[in-house]
């Protein structure tokens, strides 16, 4: 009866931002992201794109709660960079790296389909 | 800073296509990117389903709930349904999920006249498009029917039934299907299975083998619980027939080391290659599948960008940051 709708797990609610940042007092370059409705799908393969950017001292991500349907994204960085930036960074390789699977892909199943 | 990218340029090798199953390599990419894939084609690539039904008679053995609960599990074709909207944020009809954009009408009207039991099956729902959406087994046998090779036996499919009828049981109803996600409810997810494996990388230590007798080496191969390597029957030697068949149960391994010989297999897992298998249910192609969730994933990715007024919120910070970087000069 007094069920949360399914839907609540994946539609961000009104008022309420996908993406915040908070930086961190006592560290300078490191902050974290709240990634509201998120979870391990987009947590870790972020998190492993971080880890490639040699600027990047530390970066990990957690799933505070199972019913709370939101993602931390923690970054340290050098002073060459700032946690902005490198994640900044990371969305556009994968980005990139998307792009770039889609296409290929796309091409073997067309050469796929042709030779078989 | 600008301009350094740490992009990856993965590779792909499909091995075997169907429209339900798909085999394929994906290699220079990690785990993370395979498990997203993975999840994202689980719980995230829309497909339709039956999500309302509104129950005019029922006479069967069934109560409402039940039936309206298989109805729902019924695959239905969805090859639309990447470019359909979600009843919930569609402007055409206020939520309701009764207009063209976001939902297909189904009705079913059967009555049991005869002293045999009457199956209902999909085959007895009907589409107000069947172009767009109908059952999966509906649309197999459309297909069939065009290509006359097809190996395809109508005889031996009966649809997926829904209930079953006595003399005098009518079942009518009206059931409105809808765009939905695997992670909302099971019944929208559009793949039966996907896995990945490590690529395994096998070496025999040739020089250690060769002090094995037939015997042993017999006794060795067998020790594997699946069929990995294989005595060839010319020269007597180990050979790897199906590295794949290699499940990293470490069996060869530990019995190498209770003969006495460690060291007589080096197996590796590839961290940067892996074997898909995808199955999907019919309700999309499995190849179709694998680039709609390649699509989903980059729009998620889009969607976590930070907005330009988190940027700027950080702006006002910028003199204070840049001096904490220490780099004002």
């Known amino acids: 009866m007094n069920a949360p709708d399914r839907y609540e797990r994946f539609v961000v609610p009104e008022g309420t931002k996908k993406v915040s940042y908070d930086r961190d007092t006592k560290i300078i370059n490191a902050a974290s992201f709240t990634i509201e409705r998120e979870d391990h799908t987009v947590g870790n393969v972020l998190r492993m794109q971080l880890h490639k950017d040699p600027n990047v001292l530390f970066a990990g991500y957690k799933l505070p709660h199972p019913l709370q349907y939101k993602i931390l994204v923690r970054i340290h960085t050098t002073s060459q960079s700032s946690p902005m930036q490198a994640y900044n960074q990371a969305i556009n390789d994968l980005d990139k790296e998307l792009n770039h699977l889609k296409s290929v892909f796309e091409d073997e199943v067309r050469r796929h389909s042709r030779d078989f | ?329």
């Open chain 2, 1 to 329: 800073m600008e301009g350094i990218s740490y992009q990856r340029f993965p590779k792909v090798k499909i091995r075997e296509m169907k429209d339900d199953y798909l085999k394929f390599e994906l290699r220079e990419t990690d785990a993370s990117m395979a498990n997203a894939l993975r999840r994202v084609m689980l719980a995230e690539v829309p497909t339709l389903a039956i999500d309302l039904v509104e129950i005019e008679v029922n006479s069967t053995v069934l109560n409402d709930e039940f039936i309206a609960h298989r109805l729902g599990l019924i695959p239905l074709t969805s090859d639309r349904a990447m470019s359909m909207r979600f009843s919930r944020d569609c402007d055409a009809c206020d939520g309701d999920g009764q207009c063209e954009f976001c939902s297909v009408e189904f009705t079913l009207n059967v009555r049991c006249t005869s002293d045999h039991t009457l199956d209902v099956t999909s085959t007895d729902l009907r589409s107000s498009d069947p172009t767009i959406c109908c059952p999966v087994d509906v649309a197999a046998r459309a297909t069939a029917a065009l290509d006359p090779n097809s190996a395809y036996d109508p005889s031996e499919q009966r649809g997926i039934i829904i209930v079953k009828l006595r003399r005098g049981q009518e079942l009518r109803l009206r059931a409105i299907a809808r765009k939905g996600i695997g992670k909302d409810h099971a019944k929208w997810s559009p793949a039966a299975t996907v896995t990945f494996m490590y690529e395994p990388e096998i070496h025999i230590n040739e020089d250690l083998m060769e002090t094995l007798t037939l015997e042993e080496k017999r006794s060795w191969v067998e020790s594997s619980p699946t069929k990995v390597f294989e005595i060839d029957p010319n020269t007597q030697q180990v050979v790897v027939v199906d590295p794949e068949a290699y499940t990293y149960d470490d069996e060869v391994i530990k019995k190498a080391e209770a003969m006495g010989k460690p060291g007589l297999v080096d197996i590796n897992a590839k961290e940067d290659s892996f074997i898909f298998t995808v199955e999907s249910t019919g309700a999309i192609k499995a190849s179709q599948l694998v680039i709609n969730a390649i699509e989903i994933l980059r729009q998620k990715l889009d969607a976590v960008r930070l907005s330009l007024d988190t940027e700027e919120c950080d702006e006002q910070f910028g003199e204070l940051g840049a001096h904490l970087r220490g780099s004002a000069v």
